[in-house]
């Protein structure tokens, strides 16, 4: 029977399995990717998600939500990073992990589907220890997950024609803390409640009501801006608990310009962005530049 569903994917696989055999031995090998394959399905089912297939030293699972697969991504990292859970005459080993949330095709007991290729794609670009997600996916987190996460890069997918956004969820308690200052957990001083993006008579308000809104030349964005150096998905303004962040997303990056004076360039990579000024995509903007977007925050 043939089913349409939408999922989170999730690929994790054993770190450089090939060199495990060859040093320590089929038997010794073996049963460490075999202690990493149970943690795996382990984790998968205490947060509700389903083991579709294991190929090798990887496993490929599916969650109702976001936030449970980052929840058992998270419990496969610890538990196999840990000593206690490897066990003492067991080989150290590392785990990658990429997930993507969207939409499949399930027939029987296998899944099929460009989100499916999109979710190995993040996992090809997650290092050992990393859990690595498409930003797309990061949107249908809750705002605490969502909280432990940053832009690390941009990628091509097989089959896609945009950019996919990378983002990597940090899942290590000493790791967390030290973002705190940065994606602001924290109000102090004043808070901003909107943000207003202009551009060429085009006003997209972002507030709590709505708390992201994409740039770029693809028509499918909150707001169209078309040029040669812009990317099809080129940045994001997004809401945080009270403070605005420009992620960029591009090829080309950003440049802002604050009223204050004060300039600034982002390139996958995010920024705080303050009081008022001028967003320019692949180049530097002047206030009277065609392809200028202003930006006016209100506390």
Not at 67 to 89: C, I, T
Not at 99 to 112: A, K, R, S
Not at 175 to 203: C, D, H, Q, Y
Not at 213 to 238: C, F, Q, T
């Amino acid at each position: 029977m043939v089913k349409d569903l939408e999922v989170a994917i999730l690929f994790a696989d054993v770190v450089g399995s090939t060199q495990l055999y060859d040093e320590f031995g089929d038997t010794k090998a073996s049963e460490t990717v075999a202690l990493c394959l149970d943690v795996m399905k382990d984790a998968t089912h205490q947060f509700n998600g389903t083991v579709i297939k294991t190929i090798g030293d990887e496993v490929m699972s599916t969650f109702p939500t976001v936030d449970e697969a980052m929840f058992a991504a998270g419990m496969m990292q610890k538990r196999l990073s840990s000593d206690e859970a490897r066990g003492e005459d067991t080989i150290p080993v590392s785990i990658r992990i990429g997930c993507h949330f969207g939409p499949v095709v399930q027939e029987q007991n296998d899944i099929f589907g460009a989100a499916v290729h999109t979710a190995n794609r993040m996992t090809s670009q997650a290092k050992a220890r990393q859990i690595i997600i498409s930003g797309t996916t990061v949107e249908r987190m809750s705002d605490e997950i969502r909280g432990q996460t940053r832009q690390i890069d941009v990628a091509t997918v097989r089959g896609r024609l945009d950019e996919v956004a990378l983002f990597e969820l940090i899942w290590q308690p000493d790791e967390v803390t030290s973002m705190l200052p940065t994606i602001g957990w924290e109000n102090k001083g004043k808070v901003a409640t909107r943000m207003t993006l202009s551009f060429r008579g085009a006003n997209v308000v972002i507030d709590d009501k709505k708390k992201n809104a994409n740039i770029g030349r693809a028509d499918d964005n909150d707001l169209v801006v078309k040029g040669n150096l812009i990317s099809r998905i080129h940045a994001k303004i997004e809401m945080r608990r009270g403070k605005f962040f420009l992620v960029d997303q591009s090829t080309n990056g950003t440049f802002l310009r604050s009223d204050a004076g004060e300039e600034s360039f982002v390139r996958r990579d995010s920024t705080e962005l303050h009081g008022s000024g001028i967003i320019g995509l692949g180049k530097l903007a002047t206030p009277d530049a065609p392809l200028a977007i202003r930006y006016v925050t209100k506390e």
